[in-house]
């Protein structure tokens, strides 16, 4: 299933020849969700909810999958890592409905976002392109830190495909949340993290404004024990915002008040 391969057509009479090729995928690897179960592909949960299939207005067929039921400041995560045997393209079908510009459906290679979606979207198809070798793919349904629901607070996708994979041994992990200390509050120019000793390696931050806008992002590293931060916020307009940091393994969220 999914490999590519090429044909050859040749047609003659006694005076004419003529050949041509030409490239076929055989039968799409696709992600549909129709058995109801998780076990076509090694899909790994994450986060506060776990996400769950539903018959109710599938982009195709019966079913599709469902972000799970979260709260403020909470994410919901569906991923799978594979090693894909040649470069291609992901493509998949994806529906919101949630709190526009503030809950996001997102969508991950390897922790870069390919895809943001809020608000009352209506189905949609996408296509990323994908290189040969091992690869991480996530959806991920945030809602911010302050409040309100809009809509079914909820984002739902269907009829993944990708190129031909093999499946990579992973061990499957939950995503949790951890406390996070932040100083001085209210900012001036700069504020300082705390973040517990089991955050290690290299971890992403994201900031936020009231509007959901992103206002500044990156990764921090750190060799100090104590796990101490500086991140500059002096050019932020005044205002409230909302910093995440995240790891492979956890995350934390804190609002903020600038000066």
Known sequence: DGQEVSFQFDAGTSQYFT????EEVLDIIMEDWEDGEL???PWVMDGDADWFSTSVNPY???LCMQSGAIGDGDQTILKMTLDFETAGEVS???RTSSESGWDFLTFKIDGNTLGEWSGETPWTEVAYPITAGTHTLRFTYDKDAFCCVEGEDAVWVDNITFPPYTVVSVEETTLSRSSLNLFPNPAGD???ISLPKTFTGIQQFEITDITGRKVQSGQ???TDEANMYTINVGHFSPGQYVLMVSSELEFTTATFIKK
């Open 19 to 22: 050949t041509c090729e030409y």
């Open 39 to 41: 076990n076509t592909f």
């Open 60 to 62: 195709e067929g019966i």
């Open 92 to 94: 998949f079908a994806c």
């Open 190 to 192: 700069i504020i300082q």
């Open 220 to 222: 921090l590293s750190s």
